[in-house]
């Protein structure tokens, strides 16, 4: 597991490590009962204040990522569906405005878009 | 005073001669934290610093260390305070062994160990004589020196100016290892506004005498937003922007090309309210770094000679 920390960026540094986790585990590179490095460890290899690794990892503990056991720390946990209703729509509309302004830009009209969308999702057979 | 608060300061106040350096400062550095103190050159933190540590007189108001009046510190607690001072003074002629031995004959908590670690993390040799050293490894046997005396609190005034990036790498590390157990408390007073993001936990910042910011780093983040605006279609005004309605709680506000930056504090409905009644041809959020933030508090104190606000007619 390689996280990455860049100070002076829009991100909170704990919020590019939640960030980063989240990816990991979306990502399917950590799996389901992988354990994650200590909060000690992580902020140390970091060079980070411990309670920002701490505040990342109370983040995704809250909304399910990860969980822990008393003394052994914390593991990415059984459940996928790691957000809520609200926050699902939310992202899904911030990941369909983004294609759509690139989409835009490119001279397609609505329904060119639509369709070839409506082709891409067919062929994921959902 | 709380228990829980290694040091604790009341409307601190210092004047040299009519000016005042720094003024009705009242703040806290609870037991545990690294708190960044953050300011120009001249924003009264070395005499913050200063009054802290006894070696000035408040001119009024007062500062408590670990529990007593800074102005009483006796050498048991004042053995309990690491501080390094700008520059980094070690004798030039002594080996850096030598530096360790000297050390551990002058502190009774002497953590050998500690030092060997941090010295090896600035790469240095340790039968180098100071005078060989650069300035980045002169300042590592500095900061091992006050680190392996174990003190309660570290006050440090400055410790990377001038660093080069390996040292800036093992002077971050250095402190964070030297809190690791979360019972001593950082006091760093600093320009590296990347640094003190990676270490602190708390942000203090400093305005021509006045403490402006003091609250978690996060919550201070959080709390602070922009926007930009386009006003190129208007005549100039005064080298500003025309704000028909007063903007609250407004930082600053600075040219950034052919638009202007509005950074304010706590922004709410009067503060969208302000920014709708600006004739700008687009009104856009803009994401608000940690140094974004710290800069339009800096450059706060020029703002009223170039910003005005026109009254609602």
Known sequence: MQIRVIPGSSAAIYRQIADQIRRLVAAGELAIGDPLPSVRALAKELVINPNTV???????VR?????????????????????SKAERLRRLDE???SAISVSLTLDFTSEEILERMRTKLEKLDL | MSDTDVIRTQRLTRYFGGKAVVREVDFAVPRGSIVGLLG??????????????????????SCQVLGTDSRELTPEIRSRIGHTVEG???????????????????????????????????????????????????????????????????????????LDPVSRRALNESILEFCESGERSV???????????????????????LMVVNTGLDDFRQRVAAWTVDVSHQPPFGGSVRT???????????????????????????????????DSRSTEPVEVTFDDAVLAYLSRSRVYYSFFAERTP
């Open chain 1, 54 to 60: 701490a505040k990342a990892y109370a983040e995704l």
């Open chain 1, 63 to 83: 909304d399910g990522v990860l969980e822990t056991q008393a003394g052994r720390g914390a593991f990415v946990a059984k459940r996928r569906n790691v957000y």
């Open chain 1, 95 to 97: 990941a369909i405005e």
């Open chain 2, 40 to 61: 120009l050159n001249g924003a009264g933190k070395t005499t913050t610093i200063r009054m802290l540590l006894g070696l000035l007189e408040p001119t009024r108001g």
């Open chain 2, 88 to 162: 980094h003074f070690l004798y030039p002629w002594m080996r850096v062994r030598e530096c360790e031995r000297f050390g551990r004959e002058t502190n009774s908590h002497w953590d050998g160990a500690f030092f060997e670690r941090t010295v090896r993390r600035f790469g240095i040799d340790s039968a180098a004589k100071v005078s060989w050293l650069s300035r980045g490894q002169r300042a590592g046997v500095s900061i091992a020196s006050t680190l392996a005396g174990q003190p309660e609190l570290l006050i440090l005034d400055d410790p990377a100016l001038g």
């Open chain 2, 187 to 209: 006091l760093l007073s600093s320009h590296l506004l990347d640094d003190v993001e990676r270490v602190a936990d708390r942000v203090t910042l400093m305005v021509d005498g």
């Open chain 2, 244 to 278: 028909p309605v007063p903007i609250p709680r407004l930082v600053n506000c600075r040219p950034l090309g052919d638009r202007w930056q509005i950074t304010v504090v706590d922004p709410d409905e009067d503060t969208s309210a302000a920014l709708a009644a600006i």
